[in-house]
């Protein structure tokens, strides 16, 4: 099959955008305003962009508390999400009211970062602390504003628990992390579906 997206005719039940661009991984962005209130959520639209400096996105659709609250204090976390936490992550997407801590709500403690003001989430097993660089407000084809706003941060201090260093690598399957697909579905790796390729010579730079 092919659409349009113009026209949207895919014919089928839902839009199968996010279940292509997929699985996502999930950041779980904790943010501070600059009255000193505690946010909390997941945005799976949301990667790394640069091993050097590290840099990461995550895109807000429509203007939300976490994207305001960055743009307050300039700062944030992006904790690792895992199967284990599954449901206080879903549950930190809730719509509170400004000010009310998706941390409470959803009987997750923080533990303070170390460079950042904006505490990471205790449980999970690697954070990583964020400055704002800046944020891009994307307009469509036509110019249009879209109100959809990719925030970009560049990393500065990273937690690990030091239980997931094996040899002296960290066992991205042994934190089972639990990423985005379409719908209501997500995903999760099974350390067993690992496999390693080495770069052909002459790859040049990145991964
Ligand atoms: C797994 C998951 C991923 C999400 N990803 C995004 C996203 O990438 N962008 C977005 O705008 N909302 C996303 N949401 C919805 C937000 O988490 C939700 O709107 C939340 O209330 C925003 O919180 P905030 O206003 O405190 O920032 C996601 C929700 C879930 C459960």
């Known amino acids: 099959m092919f659409y349009d997206v113009r026209k949207n005719d895919h014919g089928?039940?839902?839009d199968p955008f996010k279940a292509i661009v997929a699985p996502r991984p999930i950041g779980w962005i904790t943010s501070m305003s600059k009255t000193g209130e505690i946010?909390?959520?997941p945005y799976s639209w949301f990667n790394g962009v640069s091993s050097r400096p590290p840099t990461v996105m995550f895109s807000s659709e429509t203007r939300k508390d976490s994207l305001a609250f960055v743009e307050e204090t300039g700062e944030f976390v992006c904790n690792f999400t895992t199967y284990e936490l599954r449901e206080q992550v879903n549950l930190t997407s809730a719509t509170l009211p400004r000010g009310v801590s998706e941390m409470e709500h959803a009987g997750l403690a923080a533990a303070p970062s170390r460079l950042v003001r904006p505490p990471r989430v205790a449980a999970s097993p690697c954070a990583l602390?964020?400055?704002?660089l800046k944020t891009v407000s994307l307009?469509?084809?036509d110019g249009r504003p879209t109100?959809?706003?990719v925030v970009f941060g560049q990393v500065i201090g990273?937690?690990?628990d030091e239980r997931f260093i094996k040899d002296g690598l960290l066992d991205t399957g042994a934190m089972r992390p639990i990423q985005r697909a379409g719908y209501h579905d997500y995903y999760t790796?099974?350390?067993d579906t690992r496999f390693s390729m080495k770069r052909?010579?002459?790859g040049g730079g990145g991964s």
């Open 139 to 141: 307009e469509d084809i």
């Open 200 to 202: 052909p010579p002459g």
């Open 147 to 149: 109100d959809r706003h």
């Open 189 to 191: 790796v099974h350390p």
């Open 39 to 41: 946010n909390l959520a």
């Open 158 to 160: 990273i937690y690990i």
């Open 12 to 14: 089928l039940p839902h």
């Open 129 to 132: 602390e964020c400055l704002w």
